[in-house]
């Protein structure tokens, strides 16, 4: 496939994302895909790492590949995605689980379908260029592939400000946040990979790791948790109206982009989730939302204008301070049999 490389080399299975163009932006066929070569080498004594990268120096996965979604939904078809997303919410649960380490190099944008794919695994290694984001309530959306997990366990009200305004983090701020493990210089990387290979052990990481640059999100950490503190959208707005610091106004530009019914939705899935939730919880969470989005949300709405007509002028269905509390517990409502269900490893 063009798109993905798999294969097996020294004592590694390598899996490198080979679509630097777009971002390594993740399809349907690349998800089976890795599913299958998780499977195949669990059992295979001759494979005792997975190392996990990209081509490209911008982008180790910017997101899903959503163009798809958008022409079989507005056409009425809702089963395109809903298996996209069971198939890779269930990738997602067996990259967290795996019996063997899975090392992944985070270049570059790592957003959305990027951080489900290598923000779960064992080893998270950071680069200079390390930007991580779940920006998904810019489409309409909510973070989902288990970026809901770990935004509820992000320190103090760090979840909630990611989730609602698609910080970047850089390499610093994803370590204090706890989307990655390691800060390793990129020029080291291509060493290290070779050493991954070549031994099998992860513990060459720690011998080529730095201490990470230092993380404007935990120096920021007491404004965030005052002014994200709580689950009631119109009052986070307005404690940041009120604040008026720079870090007050860049998150009131960020969210007056993004769908209030989503921020809302994200809110109420980061309290119910809480700190001791597993990744399993958050992606049948989750997936109560990806079921019903085209329907009784914004998504649709949020990829015609970012990606389709790219006119930036989404019309969303709700104002901030007007979003029904009913609309966020109808998307959070149990599915019944259409419950996402995922296999104990």
């Given at each position: 496939?063009?798109?993905?490389?798999?294969?097996?080399?020294?004592?590694?299975?390598?899996?490198?994302?080979?679509?630097?163009?777009?971002?390594?932006?993740?399809?349907?066929?690349?998800?089976?895909?890795?599913?299958?070569?998780?499977?195949?080498?669990?059992?295979?004594?001759?494979?005792?790492?997975?190392?996990?990268?990209?081509?490209?120096?911008?982008?180790?996965?910017?997101?899903?590949?959503?163009?798809?979604?958008?022409?079989?939904?507005?056409?009425?078809?809702?089963?395109?995605?809903?298996?996209?997303?069971?198939?890779?919410?269930?990738?997602?649960?067996?990259?967290?689980?795996?019996?063997?380490?899975?090392?992944?190099?985070?270049?570059?944008?790592?957003?959305?379908?990027?951080?489900?794919?290598?923000?779960?695994?064992?080893?998270?290694?950071?680069?200079?260029?390390?930007?991580?984001?779940?920006?998904?309530?810019?489409?309409?959306?909510?973070?989902?592939v288990g970026g809901t997990y770990r935004l509820a366990r992000a320190p103090g009200r760090l979840g909630a400000y990611l989730g609602l305004t698609a910080a970047r983090m850089g390499p610093g701020d994803a370590i204090h946040a706890g989307f990655a493990d390691s800060f390793v210089p990129e020029a080291r990387w291509p060493d290290l990979k070779a050493r991954l290979v070549r031994s099998g052990d992860p513990d060459?990481?720690?011998?080529?790791?730095?201490?990470?640059?230092?993380?404007?999100?935990?120096?920021?950490?007491?404004?965030?948790?005052?002014?994200?503190?709580?689950?009631?959208?119109?009052?986070?707005?307005?404690?940041?109206?009120?604040?008026?610091?720079?870090?007050?106004?860049?998150?009131?530009?960020?969210?007056?982009?993004?769908?209030?019914?989503?921020?809302?939705?994200?809110?109420?899935?980061?309290?119910?989730?809480?700190?001791?939730?597993?990744?399993?919880?958050?992606?049948?969470?989750?997936?109560?939302?990806?079921?019903?989005?085209?329907?009784?949300?914004?998504?649709?709405?949020?990829?015609?204008?970012?990606?389709?007509?790219?006119?930036?002028?989404?019309?969303?269905?709700?104002?901030?301070?007007?979003?029904?509390?009913?609309?966020?517990?109808?998307?959070?409502?149990?599915?019944?049999?259409?419950?996402?269900?995922?296999?104990?490893?």
């Amino acid at each position: 496939m063009s798109d993905i490389q798999i294969r097996t080399e020294g004592r590694a299975g390598r899996i490198t994302l080979t679509r630097p163009k777009a971002l390594n932006a993740l399809t349907y066929a690349m998800c089976t895909a890795i599913e299958e070569a998780l499977d195949r080498w669990r059992n295979d004594d001759s494979v005792a790492l997975v190392l996990l990268d990209a081509e490209g120096d911008k982008a180790f996965c910017a997101g899903g590949d959503i163009a798809e979604m958008y022409r079989t939904g507005t056409a009425g078809d809702y089963g395109y995605a809903r298996r996209f997303w069971r198939d890779e919410y269930r990738l997602n649960a067996k990259l967290a689980a795996y019996p063997k380490p899975i090392v992944a190099f985070l270049q570059g944008f790592t957003m959305g379908g990027g951080v489900g794919l290598g923000g779960h695994v064992s080893h998270r290694i950071t680069g200079e260029s390390s930007q991580v984001s779940m920006p998904e309530c810019g489409i309409g959306f909510v973070p989902d592939v288990g970026g809901t997990y770990r935004l509820a366990r992000a320190p103090g009200r760090l979840g909630a400000y990611l989730g609602l305004t698609a910080a970047r983090m850089g390499p610093g701020d994803a370590i204090h946040a706890g989307f990655a493990d390691s800060f390793v210089p990129e020029a080291r990387w291509p060493d290290l990979k070779a050493r991954l290979v070549r031994s099998g052990d992860p513990d060459a990481i720690a011998a080529q790791s730095d201490t990470p640059p230092d993380s404007p999100l935990a120096a920021a950490q007491p404004e965030i948790d005052a002014d994200f503190a709580g689950t009631d959208l119109p009052a986070i707005l307005d404690r940041l109206q009120a604040s008026g610091t720079p870090l007050a106004q860049q998150a009131l530009k960020a969210m007056g982009r993004n769908a209030p019914l989503s921020m809302a939705t994200t809110l109420r899935m980061l309290d119910r989730l809480g700190p001791d939730a597993t990744i399993r919880d958050a992606l049948e969470l989750e997936y109560r939302v990806s079921h019903r989005i085209m329907e009784q949300g914004d998504f649709l709405e949020g990829i015609r204008a970012a990606i389709i007509d790219k006119d930036r002028s989404p019309r969303w269905r709700h104002g901030a301070d007007s979003v029904p509390a009913g609309a966020v517990e109808a998307l959070l409502a149990p599915l019944g049999p259409d419950t996402l269900t995922l296999e104990e490893d």
